[in-house]
């Protein structure tokens, strides 16, 4: 059985939706939990320190131990606040969980600059201001579990959410860059793509969903698969896994067997033999996972030696 107690965790965002799921969960588990929560609209407007309060309150009264935090995610200073609380309070941080996210939905001629620094600053900017308080603060004792958010919309795209998809996206390059750093140092790094109906959702088309129930499409459905990498029994790291409705997925980035030349031997590619391969280089059967991106410039210079 999994067992989080003693455990310190923080989970930004967590006043409500799939933060609150994850609290809750992380919660009843043994851990104790910083609930973050600035309390603002959807587009990250205002604040309001009763919901993470509420949340805070409800943990404690389930027999868990929970302390409110309401510093906002989205500035240095916020982000180092919401670590101090942790370490104020139980005096170490085993977990994070970066949750707390606003959207502003728009096609792209129409995005408001204003709204592209909001949500950036919020998803993208929080996940680096709260984790490397975290991140340090976990280095001396080599452990920890940092797990992400990222989004389906920055892996596979959605109309009418492209700053959402590209603050996603800046996450995941995050991630890859931070996994590797962090596994010298014996802490994880991984993230998770939700899917769930939340606050944040609310002005998605879901019409594709219509016919699932209500709790099938709950936020409490993903907080199974954050508490798992969240433990310590979860020996993975590196990995990013699309989670919701009853389904735990892995996702990656592969690159195709492709089409190739030796550039010394048969001489540069050109444009038009570009275009006479275009059904190989998209060809995605015998495809290959890299690790890092040195190891797929290895894969490259490895045909190199073999074909020469």
């Known amino acids: ?51 993470a309060n509420a949340v805070a309150d409800e943990i404690s009264a389930l027999g868990g131990t929970a302390v409110p935090e309401h510093s906002s995610v989205a500035t240095p200073e916020g ?44 998803h993208l900017g929080g996940a680096f201001y709260v984790t490397q308080p975290a991140y340090r603060a976990m280095l001396p004792r ?23 998809g590209a603050a996603k996206g800046g996450i995941i390059g995050l991630f890859n860059v ?16 939700p899917m769930a109906q939340t606050r944040l959702a609310a002005d998605v088309d879901l019409e594709e969903y219509k016919a699932a129930t209500r709790r099938s499409i709950s936020p409490d459905l993903i907080a199974p698969a954050v508490v798992y990498l969240a433990s310590v029994e979860c020996e993975l790291t590196g990995e990013i896994w699309s989670v919701g409705s009853g389904s735990v997925a892995r996702l990656f980035v ?34 290959d996972i890299p690790e890092t991106w040195p190891e797929e410039w290895t894969m490259v210079l490895e045909r190199l030696r073999t074909d020469s």
């Open 1 to 51: 059985m999994i067992d989080l107690t003693n455990r310190v965790a923080i989970v930004t965002g967590a006043g409500a939706g799939l933060g609150r799921s994850y609290a809750l969960a992380l919660a009843e588990r043994g851990a104790k939990v910083v609930v973050n929560d600035l309390g603002a609209q959807v587009d990250g407007a205002g604040s309001d320190s009763a919901r």
């Open 79 to 122: 982000g180092e606040a919401i670590v101090k609380r942790a370490l104020d309070a139980f005096g170490q941080v085993d977990i994070l969980v970066n949750n707390a996210g606003n959207i502003e939905l728009s096609s792209f001629p129409k995005l408001d600059v204003r709204a592209m620094a909001r949500v950036l600053d919020v």
């Open 142 to 164: 080599r452990c920890g579990s940092i797990i992400f958010t990222v989004s389906g919309v920055a892996t596979f795209g959605n109309l009418g959410a492209s700053v959402y």
């Open 178 to 193: 931070l996994k590797l750093e962090a596994a010298r140092h014996g802490i994880r790094v991984n993230a998770v793509a």
């Open 254 to 287: 592969g690159r195709t067997a492709g089409y190739f030349k030796h550039p010394d031997e048969e001489g540069p590619l050109t444009p038009e033999e570009i275009a006479e391969h275009v059904a190989e280089i998209q060809d995605v059967n015998g495809f």
